[in-house]
């Protein structure tokens, strides 16, 4: 069975500094997708980035960036010059090419300090 | 607007008593799905839907039914609510092709079961 596992349940960084989100996922396919969402206080579940395993490129989306090492297992999401908008609960998700189900992780909390 | 909408936003019930979480899309969507979210767990999927008249049972389908009879909705039933089904409650809804990952999460609902 799929599995995803994000060991940080909170994390902290300062206005404008750089943070790292770490996600580590189990699964025996080799074609699936990659997510990170962000829940921030209003619950709204946002899609921030995702990664198609079949890429070898990480994808970036403007501050927002992922460190995706197939081999590994791992799929990190760094949050560049983060911003006090960008606390909230940040979670990695997997989901089989394909398929319907969308296996989740735990979430860290990210607060961002002033 | 192109949403997923559930009502109602909050709701706090007595154990026993049936209800039904309403959930629509108007996006025309195919693939609708049904979560969970517990402290410490992330989203759990209940209950998926690949098109009308087509169910299937997620991670945590115990307690709960749903029915898919038209494309746009997709409602969720707690037959007789139990204390350890409080939770908050998210619909979504996506195509349903090979490169269709994005899911669009309605606003959740906050169930208290006492």
């Known amino acids: 069975a799929q599995t995803v596992t994000q060991s940080q349940p909170e994390m902290s960084v300062q206005e404008a500094e750089t943070v790292t989100l770490s996600c580590t996922y189990d699964?025996?396919?080799?074609?699936?997708?990659l997510f990170w969402y962000k829940q921030p206080p209003s619950r709204q579940m946002i899609l921030v980035i995702r990664?198609?395993?079949?890429?070898?490129q990480n994808a970036t989306e403007n501050r927002f960036s992922v460190n995706f090492q197939k081999a590994a297992k791992s799929f990190s999401l760094k949050i560049s010059d983060s911003q006090l908008g960008d606390a909230a609960m940040y979670f990695c998700?997997?989901?089989?090419?394909?398929?319907?189900?969308?296996?989740f992780g735990a979430g860290t909390r990210l607060f961002v300090k002033a | 607007e192109a949403q997923v909408t559930q009502n109602p936003r909050y709701l706090i019930t007595v154990t026993g008593k049936k209800l039904t979480v309403t959930c629509s899309q108007n996006?025309?969507?195919?693939?609708m799905s049904w979560y969970r979210q517990d402290p410490g767990l992330g989203l759990r999927q209940i209950y998926y839907?690949?098109?009308?008249?087509?169910?299937d049972k997620g991670d945590v389908p115990e307690g709960y039914k749903v029915s898919r009879k038209e494309k746009r909705n997709f409602p969720l039933i707690l037959e007789s609510p139990s204390p350890n089904q409080t939770s908050l409650y998210f619909c979504?809804?996506?195509?349903?092709?090979?490169?269709?990952?994005?899911?669009?999460f309605g606003p959740g609902t906050r169930l208290t079961v006492t």
């Open positions: 990664q198609e395993a079949y890429k070898q």
């Open positions: 998700a997997y989901r089989y090419l394909g398929g319907f189900k969308t296996i």
């Open positions: 979504a809804s996506s195509l349903s092709g090979l490169n269709s990952y994005e899911q669009y």
């Open positions: 699964t025996s396919e080799s074609d699936y997708y």
């Open positions: 996006m025309n969507h195919e693939y």
């Open positions: 839907s690949m098109n009308v008249e087509v169910t």
